[in-house]
C-alpha cells in the first residue's frame, strides 16, 4: 500500500497547481466526463476532505471485522473443545486459499465489464463474505445446538423440586472436564466456515478498497488519499479492539443480545454495514467498455504527464520560467500545442472495440494486477534483493501473525489464570472471559500505536536512516515480546502492546517503500559502489504483489507450527517466545537487505 504511495509521490510533483498544462488536461476530461450519459467528472477533480473520508470508511469497516475475529476466533474455538494444536491448524485454512485466489480477484477486478464499475462488485462480495463471518463465528454453537448438537449436558445432575439429596448432590458434584469437540459437531464446521470467510475477506477486500479509492483520485492527491485510508483503518482497529474490552453482560445492551460476543459481533455488524454503505455510493465508477471506447475517460496517468512533458517540454519550461504569465495565456498556448500534435491521440495508443494490451510503461504506473501464471513464476525468479526483502518480510510477519491471532487467549490463560474449556459460569471460564476482554484493551493500545507510527516513520527514516528504522523496529517488538513472556502482567499488556503497533506500522510501509526505491533508481544491486540496473522486466505492481504475500505464507507458517509448540511448552507463553525469535530472525535478514 504504501509502496505505491512512493510512488505517486512522484506524479505529486508534477502537480496541476505547479503545471498549467497538467490542469488544463485534467480540466478538459472533467468536461469531457461530466457530458456523459452518466457524470463521471468526480474522476479528474480534486477531493474534498470529507470525500477522502467516505472512500476510506471501508477501511474502518474492515478494521473492525478484523478486531473482532482476532479477538474472540480463537478463545471460542477453544470452548467448544477444540485443542491449541487443532484451533491453531484452523488459522491456516484462510491463508491457503487467499495465497492463490487473491491474485485472481485482482484480475477479475481488472477485467470486470459490469456497467456499476470495477471494483465496488468485487468489494460488495467480498463484504457479503464478512458479513456471513460475522453470524457464523458468534452464534455457531447456538446453530450447532439447534441442528443436534450435544453441547453441555446437566441433566443428570439437575436438581428436581422438593427432593433435598438431589439438591445437595448437584451443589456438591465436581463439574464436568470441559467441552469436547464431539459434543459440537456441527458447532465446529460453522465457526471454522465462518473463521475462514471473516479472514480471508477482511484479508482479501482491502486490496479492492485500496484500488477504488486510487481510481477515483488524480494522482497528485493520491498519497494523501492513502494516508486518510490507513488512519481510517488504525481508528477502526483501535475502537474495534476497545468493544471487545467492555464487559457487555453488564449492560442492558448485552442482556438484550444475549451476552459479550453476541453484543460485540452485533454492533460491529452494523458498523460495518454502515461503513460499506458509505464507501460504495461515494463515487460511481466508469465502466471498462467506455474506457477502452473513449480515451479522454481514461485515468491520466504519470506515465501519460511523462509523454506529454516530453512532447512539449519547451512549451512547459517557459510556462514554468514565466510564472507571471497570465493563466489563460499558457492554456491558449498550451491547446494550440496540444492541437498541433494531434491531442486525442497523444495521450494513449488508441484502442479498436476490442480489447488491445496497455502500453507496458503504462500498465506499471497503473499497478494491473498480474495473472495466476505470472505471479508464481516471479516469485521463483527474483532478484537477490527481492529474495532477501521478502525474507525479511516473511519473519516479520510471522512474528506479527502469532502475536495478534493468539494475543487474547495468552492473556486470558497466561496473566489471568483462566481456563477456556471449563464449564460455563465456572470461575476458571469467568477469569479467561475476563482476561480476553482485557486483552482487548492491549490490542486496541496496538492499533492505535500504529497509527501514531505510521504517520511519523517517513520522518524517522529522514533523521536515522531507513536501514536503522527498519531493523530497530523488529528489535523493540522482540524485546517487548520476550519481557511480557517471562513476566505475564496486566501493565506489561498494556505497555508492551505499542512494540506490536511499532511492528505492524514497520511492515505496512518500510518494504513498500524500498521496492518502490528499487524501481524508482532501476536498482536491485550495488556492485563495487556501482547501481547495477535489472536486465528482467519486473511491475512494481507485481513486487508490490509478492511483498504482500507473504502474510499469506507466514499465517499458514505459524497456524501448523504454534499449536504444537504450545502442547510441548505447555504454556501459552511460547506464543511470544515464538515472536520474540521470529522478530530478532527478521533483524537479522534485514542486516543484508539492499538499502538505495
Not at 494475543?407 to 496473566?415: C, I, K, N, S, Y
Not at 477456556?420 to 459460569?425: E, I, K, Q, R
Not at 510441548?568 to 542486516?591: H, K, P, V
Request: with cysteine; charged share 15%.
Amino acid at each position: 500500500m504504501v509502496g505505491v504511495a512512493a510512488d505517486t509521490a512522484q506524479a505529486a510533483q508534477l502537480s496541476s497547481a505547479k503545471n498549467p498544462m497538467i490542469k488544463y488536461m485534467l480540466k478538459q476530461r472533467e468536461n469531457h466526463a461530466r457530458a456523459q450519459d452518466a457524470d463521471y467528472s468526480h474522476v479528474f477533480r480534486r477531493k474534498t476532505r470529507l470525500e477522502l473520508y467516505r472512500m476510506s470508511a471501508i477501511a474502518m469497516a474492515i478494521e473492525f471485522a478484523y478486531a473482532a475475529e482476532t479477538s474472540f476466533v480463537s478463545p471460542i474455538l477453544l470452548q467448544i473443545g477444540i485443542d491449541h494444536k487443532h484451533m491453531t491448524m484452523a488459522w491456516g485454512l484462510s491463508p491457503l486459499i487467499g495465497f492463490f485466489v487473491s491474485p485472481l480477484l485482482g484480475s477479475i477486478s481488472d477485467r470486470c465489464q459490469l456497467r456499476w464499475g470495477r471494483r465496488r462488485p468485487i468489494i460488495s462480495l467480498l463484504s457479503l463474505g464478512i458479513l456471513c463471518g460475522l453470524i457464523l463465528v458468534p452464534y455457531g454453537k447456538d446453530l450447532g445446538v439447534w441442528l443436534g448438537d450435544v453441547g453441555y449436558n446437566y441433566t443428570e445432575l439437575s436438581p428436581t423440586f422438593g427432593n433435598e439429596s438431589a439438591v445437595a448432590a448437584f451443589l456438591s458434584a465436581e463439574p464436568e472436564p470441559g467441552a469436547t469437540a464431539s459434543n459440537f459437531k456441527f458447532a465446529v464446521i460453522l465457526t471454522i466456515l465462518g473463521m475462514v470467510l471473516l479472514d480471508f475477506d477482511a484479508d482479501t477486500c482491502q486490496t479492492p478498497a485500496r484500488t477504488y479509492l486510487l481510481d477515483m483520485c488524480v494522482p497528485e492527491e493520491q498519497p494523501k488519499a492513502l494516508t486518510t485510508f490507513t488512519l481510517f483503518a488504525g481508528f477502526g482497529g483501535t475502537i474495534g479492539y476497545a468493544i471487545g474490552g467492555i464487559d457487555w453482560e453488564t449492560t442492558h445492551i448485552g442482556t438484550f443480545l444475549g451476552g459479550n460476543i453476541p453484543t460485540v459481533f452485533s454492533l460491529v455488524t452494523i458498523i460495518f454495514v454502515i461503513c460499506y454503505t458509505i464507501t460504495v455510493t461515494t463515487f460511481r465508477e466508469i465502466p471498462v467498455k467506455l474506457i477502452e471506447r473513449d480515451e479522454m475517460l481514461r485515468p491520466l496517468s504519470e506515465g501519460a504527464i511523462k509523454k506529454e512533458l516530453q512532447k512539449n517540454n519547451n512549451a512547459i519550461y517557459y510556462i514554468q520560467e514565466n510564472s507571471t504569465l497570465d493563466q489563460q495565456r499558457a492554456n491558449e498556448l498550451k491547446a494550440n500545442e496540444l492541437k498541433a500534435n494531434g491531442y486525442q491521440n497523444s495521450y494513449l495508443p488508441a484502442l479498436s472495440d476490442k480489447v488491445k494490451p496497455r502500453d507496458p510503461e503504462l500498465q506499471v504506473e497503473d499497478h494491473s494486477p498480474i495473472s495466476l501464471r505470472g505471479y508464481l513464476k516471479s516469485i521463483f525468479i527474483m532478484p537477490h534483493s527481492m529474495r532477501m526483502l521478502a525474507l525479511t518480510n516473511l519473519f516479520c510477519w510471522m512474528g506479527h501473525v502469532t502475536y495478534c491471532l493468539y494475543f487474547t487467549d495468552f492473556v486470558g490463560e497466561a496473566v489471568f489464570h483462566g481456563d477456556p474449556t471449563a464449564p460455563p459460569n465456572s470461575a476458571p471460564l469467568q477469569l479467561y472471559e475476563e482476561g480476553v476482554r482485557f486483552g482487548c484493551w492491549g490490542m486496541s493500545i496496538y492499533a492505535f500505536s500504529c497509527s501514531i507510527y505510521s504517520m511519523s516513520v517517513t520522518k524517522l527514516m529522514k533523521w536515522f536512516g531507513t536501514k536503522a528504522v527498519y531493523i530497530s523496529g523488529m528489535i523493540y517488538y522482540g524485546i517487548g515480546m520476550l519481557i511480557l513472556g517471562l513476566w505475564p502482567t496486566k501493565w506489561g499488556v498494556l505497555v508492551f502492546s505499542t512494540s506490536a503497533g511499532i511492528l505492524y506500522g514497520t511492515l505496512f510501509t518500510m518494504p513498500f517503500i524500498l521496492v518502490a526505491n528499487y524501481h524508482a533508481k532501476n536498482c536491485f544491486r550495488v556492485h563495487n559502489g556501482e547501481t547495477v540496473p535489472l536486465k528482467q522486466a519486473r511491475g512494481l505492481g507485481t513486487d508490490v504483489a509478492i511483498i504482500s504475500s507473504m502474510v499469506f505464507i507466514a499465517q499458514l507458517i505459524v497456524s501448523l507450527s504454534v499449536g504444537p509448540l504450545v502442547a510441548w511448552m505447555e504454556t501459552t507463553c511460547a506464543i511470544l517466545y515464538a515472536s520474540t525469535f521470529l522478530s530478532f530472525a527478521a533483524a537479522i535478514a534485514a542486516m543484508f537487505v539492499l538499502y538505495v
